[in-house]
């Protein structure tokens, strides 16, 4: 059995969509088109934004006091300078409890970038707007030369 090239199958797949979309539509309607802003402008609405390791140093620098800046890493190991919470990344409740309005302006950080990520997407998940995480974390912030607080010591 020959398979068919990738692009071939994309092809194939894409005639028989718009087959299918012009046979279900209704006769003289016009399908409406789906821009590239149409989608982006969906994906924003449902994401939140990253942000590097220098933009949220210049954040922590200059602009602390118009994000609220939580640390999500569990269990604690430090934290930024700034950082105005530290919640668990899995206490949803605790989250949401403490962040109230779904449309302030929020950065999430925790070690690495993997448990301020599955917390960023369960605040989209439940109407946040104004979202942003750190991927690489605690771990970049200290690779780049800054250095962690640590409360505990």
């Not at 994309?10 to 005639?15: A, D, K, R, S, T």
């Not at 668990?88 to 950080?109: C, F, V």
């Not at 070690?111 to 599955?118: A, D, N, Q, V």
Request: with cysteine; net charge negative; proline share 6%.
């Amino acid at each position: 059995m020959k398979l068919l090239p990738q692009s071939t199958l994309v092809g194939f797949i894409m005639m028989v969509l718009a087959t299918t979309v012009t046979a279900c539509s209704t006769s003289g309607t016009p399908v409406p088109e789906i821009s590239e802003s149409t989608v982006a402008s969906n994906l924003s609405a449902n994401s939140y934004q990253t942000l590097t390791i220098d933009e949220f140093a210049s954040i922590v620098a200059n602009e602390s006091d118009q994000y609220t800046i939580v640390n999500v890493h569990i269990p604690y190991e430090g934290e930024v300078a700034e950082t105005d919470l530290s919640i668990p990344y899995n206490d949803i409740e605790a989250l949401t409890r403490a962040l109230p309005d779904p449309n302030a302006p929020i950065i999430l950080y925790c070690r690495s970038g993997r448990m301020s990520e599955e917390a960023s997407r369960a605040l989209i998940d439940l109407g946040y707007t104004q979202l942003w995480d750190v991927p690489g974390g605690m771990i970049a912030w200290e690779s780049s030369g800054r250095e962690l607080l640590n409360s505990e010591q």
